[in-house]
């Protein structure tokens, strides 16, 4: 059991930068694979960016491709999402989760076993 806490949202102007951070419980998260996904209101929730537990595989949205870099930080039980040039259209609930074998489809919320709760991400035009 793996249970996900997302920290860092805001509201920042466009063409600024955030970085979110998502603490994890649990000695063995090093071997979990992660990722971020997003959810603006009436849209459904899509992928962000998902690293593997090995760092030997990730994955970006073409849309944040270039501006968004996920990382992690085993010792802190913690993976990152920077956050760079962001634009209105960033703005959305951000949404860490985890899962303990590499999705089939890493962009399907439905392949990932954990999620946070959730951080706002608001950018100002």
């Known amino acids: 059991q793996v249970q996900l806490v997302e920290s860092g949202g805001g509201l920042v102007q466009a063409g600024g930068s955030l970085r979110l951070s998502c603490a994890a419980s649990?000695?063995?998260?090093?071997?979990?694979?992660v990722g971020w996904f997003r959810q603006a209101p009436g849209k459904e929730r899509e992928f962000v960016a998902a690293r593997s537990r090995s760092g030997a595989t990730t994955e970006y949205a073409d849309s944040i491709k270039g501006r968004f870099t996920i990382s992690r930080d085993n010792t802190k039980n913690t993976v990152y999402l920077q956050m760079n040039s962001l634009k209105s259209e960033d703005t959305a609930v951000y949404y860490c989760t985890a899962a303990s074998l590499w999705p089939r489809v890493a962009t399907t919320a439905t392949s990932w076993n954990y999620w946070g709760q959730g951080t706002q991400v608001t950018v100002s035009s």
């Open positions: 649990g000695r063995t998260f090093y071997t979990y694979n």
